[in-house]
């Protein structure tokens, strides 16, 4: 029923996003950063370096564990990649030791599983690990990447000045254009520019990227889950308008199969990110993930919602102590909710609520429990109705309209 739903329902276009065909909703796949890090003892760690073997056992695992098939289709190189020194053409080269076959081989093994390669790069003198930046070496990188058969670049800001990045990240969207070969750009501008105080030009950066990170890094830990969250909650009312088809706020990298959360409060992030409409790149070790976290990262119902075509942002539409609720917007009427309890009180909350205090049209709506794959019961928008939330946990609501 519900996936039947989300496929009708008009796109919406969104006036500012970059016109490159790509992200017409949140990009998914996996991204190397948050658990692997720039590990490059490849003698000592052979399993979890930073080299071509550990993208090809992702791919791999995408694929035969079900991941591509649900919609997980980028596998993203972060930091680290390259070897300390350009080629002799000025070029970025892959570390000879780590990536013996090059990029371009490693892209080829992706594509013939059906998937595609992101790679990394910085605006700056160097990348965040020390690697050479693109900066002064837009156009040649922006080159190099589609000659490889790159597919999604994400470019940091690290020794950079966050005042020029007006000009040059959209000189990279150019050069990238330029290529002829439509590679997703993820944009780490606003980033920077928050942390230094500078203003952001959000409808520029929509106009010139197809996600960006407004936000610190995402690291191992509930807390820092909760601490992005309070962070979108602030900015909602600027980042919402800006985000539509083409063009996506990134909270950065789904955590969920690695150490820091518990399973409720996988279920968590999982819910706000799709709440936000967020792009769904996941950091964990594919190889190892315990099975019910692959169950939660493979939940179609979940996904569905996470990618209907509007692309709208959610909202924090209550707060009330440490129950929270947030409503987005998806097609033909329709709301996803979440109520999040940050309590750890030990025992589940039972949250009464309505779907007028939800910010739901007047009408009556089916409402259904995600994860728990059963209806919650049919209310007109003014009837209460009551759902038991765990601490440090969340319920994924959808409610669609009763005809
Ligand atoms: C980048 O390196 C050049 C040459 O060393 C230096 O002049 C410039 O200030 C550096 N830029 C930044 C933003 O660090
Ligand atoms: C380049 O930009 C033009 C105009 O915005 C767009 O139509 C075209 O699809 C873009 N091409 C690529 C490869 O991104
Ligand atoms: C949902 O859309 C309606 C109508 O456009 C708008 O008034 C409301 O603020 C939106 N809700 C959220 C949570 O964005
Ligand atoms: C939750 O509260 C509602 C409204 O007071 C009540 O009807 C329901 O029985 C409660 N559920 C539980 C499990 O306590």
């Not at 950065?252 to 690695?258: E, L, S, T, Y």
Request: proline share 5%; charged share 25%; hydrophobic share 35%.
């Amino acid at each position: 029923m519900l996936r039947v739903i989300l496929i009708f329902g008009a796109l919406c276009g969104c006036i500012y996003a970059l016109d490159n065909g790509l992200a017409r909703t949140p990009p998914m796949g996996w991204m190397a950063w948050e658990r692997f890090r720039c590990n490059i003892d490849c003698k000592n760690d052979p399993k979890n370096c930073i080299s071509e073997q550990l993208f090809m056992d992702m791919a791999d695992r995408m694929v035969e564990d079900g991941y591509r098939d649900a919609g997980y289709e980028y596998v993203n190189i972060d930091d680290c990649w390259s070897s300390k020194q350009r080629d002799a053409q000025g070029r970025l080269q892959a570390d000879p030791d780590r990536f013996p076959n090059g990029i371009k081989a490693l892209a080829d093994y992706v594509h013939k599983r059906g998937l595609k390669l992101g790679t990394y790069g910085d605006y700056g003198n160097l990348t965040c690990g020390g690697y050479p930046g693109s900066l002064g070496h837009l156009e040649i990188d922006a080159q190099t990447f589609a000659d490889w058969g790159i597919d999604m670049f994400k470019m940091d800001g690290c020794y950079a000045d966050p005042k020029t990045m007006d000009k040059g990240y959209p000189q990279m969207t150019k050069y990238l254009n330029q290529t002829g070969r439509p590679i997703l750009f993820s944009c780490s501008w606003p980033d920077y520019q928050r942390a230094s105080g500078i203003d952001v030009n959000y409808k520029l950066i929509a106009e010139n990227c197809n996600m960006w990170r407004n936000y610190d890094d995402i690291q191992d830990s509930w807390d820092s889950v909760l601490g992005i969250i309070d962070y979108y909650a602030k900015e909602q009312d600027t980042l919402a308008p800006v985000q539509g088809p083409g063009s996506f706020n990134d909270p950065d990298m789904i955590i969920v199969g690695d150490f820091g959360l518990s399973y409720e409060q996988a279920k968590a992030q999982i819910a706000m990110w799709t709440i936000f409409a967020a792009p769904m790149l996941m950091s964990n070790d594919l190889r190892t993930i315990r099975p019910e976290f692959r169950e939660l990262l493979l939940n179609k119902e979940v996904i569905a919602i996470n990618q209907d075509p509007s692309g709208h942002f959610g909202k924090r539409v209550l707060q009330d102590g440490n129950i929270e609720a947030w409503t987005r917007n998806i097609t033909l009427g329709s709301y996803a909710t979440v109520i999040l309890n940050r309590g750890t009180d030990g025992s589940p909350r039972n949250v009464t609520t309505t779907g007028a205090k939800l910010g739901f049209h007047t009408w009556i709506y089916m409402v259904v429990d995600v994860f728990e794959d059963k209806r919650v019961g049919q209310f007109d928008s003014d009837m209460e109705f009551s759902v038991l939330v765990n601490p440090s946990s969340a319920v994924l609501l959808y409610s669609y309209p009763c005809s």
